[in-house]
T-cell receptor, first 115, second 110 residues
Framework: AQSVTQLGSHVSVSEGALVLLRCNYS??????LFWYVQYPNQGLQLLLK??????LVKGINGFEAEFKKSETSFHLTKPSAHMSDAAEYFC?????????????FGKGITLSVRP | NAGVTQTPKFRILKIGQSMTLQCAQD?????MYWYRQDPGMGLKLIYY???????DKGEVPNGYNVSRSTTEDFPLRLELAAPSQTSVYFC?????????FGPGTRLTVL
């Protein structure tokens, strides 16, 4: 069975600082990997995904993530935080059995951005 | 193109009541999903469907039922509401390795 670990429940950074949100997965074979963002009182929106090819993936709003098979990680980064980045972020994985396989989510991390 | 829509946005139920959460998508996706989100727990899959007439249980199906008579609609039924079903419910549809989420229904059972 697959699982996703997002250490910590809350990260606080200053505006302009580096954002680093960690995600590690457990799977017998490398899965598809996703980061979703949830703004208050809204549904989830896809930030970026890794399915195949280049292991450094760029997403929306200046975020990127790198798939590291040896570390079973898919950490999310952004060089310079903006106030509008304050939200909850979820890492998720799915297996490779189909184009739209079920997602397994981590517990989420709340990002706060200080002025 | 409305994407995934959910109704109602909010609902308060009494213990033992029943209700249906509605979900519709206009992207012609075969795959649809129902999740519940509880604080600090991420999203848990309740039921999913790979096409009209085909549904299957997810991780936490107890107390819920679904049906899928059309590609567009995927309603979630709560038969005997319990306080443990207080949660935020999200419907999603999938295409091209991407799940698209609705805005959610916040349900409170008292």
């Amino acid at each position: 069975a697959q699982s996703v670990t997002q250490l910590g429940s809350h990260v606080s950074v200053s505006e302009g600082a580096l954002v680093l949100l960690r995600c590690n997965y457990s799977s017998s074979v490398p899965p598809y990997l996703f980061w979703y963002v949830q703004y208050p009182n809204q549904g989830l929106q896809l930030l970026l995904k890794y399915t195949t090819g280049a292991t450094l993936v760029k997403g929306i709003n200046g975020f990127e993530a790198e798939f590291k098979k040896s570390e079973t990680s898919f950490h999310l980064t952004k060089p310079s935080a903006h106030m509008s980045d304050a939200a909850e972020y979820f890492c998720a994985v799915s297996d490779r059995t189909g184009a739209n396989s079920k997602l397994t989510f981590g517990k989420g991390i709340t990002l706060s951005v200080r002025p | 193109n409305a994407g995934v829509t959910q109704t109602p946005k909010f609902r308060i139920l009494k213990i033992g009541q029943s209700m249906t959460l509605q979900c519709a998508q206009d992207m012609n996706h075969n795959y649809m999903y129902w999740y519940r989100q509880d604080p600090g727990m991420g999203l848990k899959l309740i039921y999913y469907s790979v096409g009209a007439g085909i549904t299957d249980k997810g991780e936490v199906p107890n107390g819920y039922n679904v049906s899928r008579s059309t590609t567009e609609d995927f309603p979630l039924r709560l038969e005997l509401a319990a306080p443990s079903q207080t949660s935020v419910y999200f419907c999603a549809s999938a295409g091209g390795h991407t799940q698209y989420f609705g805005p959610g229904t916040r349900l409170t059972v008292l």
